[in-house]
């Protein structure tokens, strides 16, 4: 089976950076996937990890360790539209695709 | 990367009724999946769609309950069977374009009165 824990919700202010973490215990493991999702619409990627370390791209960057069962979302210089809710999502890969979902963080940018 | 179309973007149904939503992918695509996202939760995944055989439904959904089809690579459609007001919910479609990448579509917000 899959678990994937992350924190509910988080605050932060504009300008500033916030780490999402995400940790998961899984069967089968075959990357780690970050998603933005503004409410009521649909989640957009964000990013893609398969090996261990931190990815960047832009604001957003994305760790990874595969033998801690631990993944993190960084965002930096936080704008308010940053304000969404973020979903850590397990690949379980070996001819699945399928991906597990944690709860999602919803990330809150005040001024 | 991949557009993925959905239609009904959203619908108000009667209980008892069927509905099906359509998927329509802009390009050819292997894996194709049906998520459920309900009020305040994250996404559930109901079935992976398989082209041109039964769909591989997760623990807890059924094929009576929500039928899929499957009949090419750009295309799939997921119906809602007897619809109750549990079954309200964001239906989401999404294609898996590489090992890296699943794109979702804008999803289908069922009510069900």
């Known amino acids: 089976g899959q678990n994937i824990d992350q924190p509910t919700e988080m605050t932060a202010t504009e300008g500033a950076i916030v780490q999402i973490n995400c940790t998961y215990q899984?069967?089968?493991?075959?990357?780690l996937f970050w998603y933005q999702q503004h409410a009521g619409e649909a989640p957009t990627f964000l990013s893609y990890n398969v090996l261990d370390g931190l990815e960047e791209k832009g604001r957003f960057s994305s760790f990874l360790s595969r033998s801690k069962g631990y993944s993190y979302l960084l965002l930096k210089e936080l704008q308010m539209k940053d304000s969404a809710s973020y979903l850590c999502a397990a690949y379980s890969g070996a001819g699945s695709y399928q991906l597990t979902f944690g709860k999602g963080t919803k990330l809150s940018v005040i001024p | 990367s991949a557009v993925i179309s959905q239609k009904p973007s959203r619908d108000i149904c009667q209980r008892g009724t069927s509905l099906t939503i359509q998927c329509q992918v802009d390009s050819q695509v292997t894996m194709m999946f049906w998520y459920r996202q309900q009020p305040g939760q994250s996404l559930t995944l109901i079935a992976t769609a398989n082209q041109g055989s039964e769909a591989t439904y997760e623990s807890g959904f059924v094929i009576d309950k929500f039928p899929i089809s499957r009949p090419n690579l750009t295309f799939s459609t997921l119906t809602v069977s007897n619809m109750s007001p549990e079954d309200s919910s964001i239906y989401l479609c999404?294609?898996?374009?590489?090992?890296?990448?699943?794109?979702f579509g804008e999803g289908s917000r069922l009510t069900v009165l």
């Open positions: 899984t069967s089968g493991f075959n990357g």
């Open positions: 999404s294609a898996q374009v590489s090992a890296g990448e699943l794109f």
